[in-house]
């Protein structure tokens, strides 16, 4: 039996996007209500009034949700090291902290375009000055996530394998 306090179940659009994850309750009233149908099974059981229930890995909606409700990702810390994938942007080592490319105190914003995840040692060079004053090199310029980015903000960095196939961007 797998574990029910950790299942979750991966909800793909009707369209077959990633749309969200799902407690075992969640599908459980999905499943009963029609609104899902089961692309993979887990070994997680749940009953319901009358019967057991498997719940589902991956299940597909059987309606399209137009609402993006959690498209637009929040500007925070989390979020800043999954768009740089955890790599110090300055110098490609396991990021610790996030800087502003134009310094605060400079009049830089607090925006997409303007953070970047970096290491503790490339912070302490670059401090509260202009990059053109440091001997460091962005490797990118920061942006703001685009596309699917947000399903990585939902499903974390270790995602069940068995949700691979359907994680692919589009
Ligand atoms: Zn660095």
Redesign the pocket.
């Known amino acids: 039996m797998g574990n029910i306090n950790t299942h979750k179940t991966l909800i793909l659009n009707s369209t077959f996007q990633p749309l969200s994850l799902a407690t075992p309750k969640r599908a459980l009233s999905l499943l009963l209500n029609k609104k899902i149908n089961v692309l993979k099974e887990s070994n997680v059981k749940l009953r319901s009034i009358e019967k057991s229930v498997i719940i589902p890995k991956v299940a597909v909606l059987t309606y399209y949700v137009k609402a993006p409700y959690s498209r637009r990702v929040a500007l925070n810390r989390e979020n800043i090291f999954i768009r740089d994938s955890f790599n110090?942007?300055?110098?490609?080592?396991e990021?610790e902290s996030i800087d502003h490319v134009i310094p605060k105190s400079k009049g830089g914003s607090h925006e997409w375009n303007n953070v970047v995840a970096?290491?503790?040692?490339?912070?302490l060079?670059k401090a509260d000055k202009l990059l053109s004053k440091t001997v460091?090199n962005l490797k990118k310029i920061p942006s703001i996530p685009e596309g699917n980015f947000w399903i990585k903000t939902i499903i974390g960095n270790n995602p069940d394998p068995d949700w691979k196939e359907y994680l692919v961007t589009q």
């Not at 970096?118 to 912070?123: I, R």
């Open positions: 110090c942007q300055y110098c490609g080592k990021a970096c290491c503790k040692k490339c912070n060079l460091l």
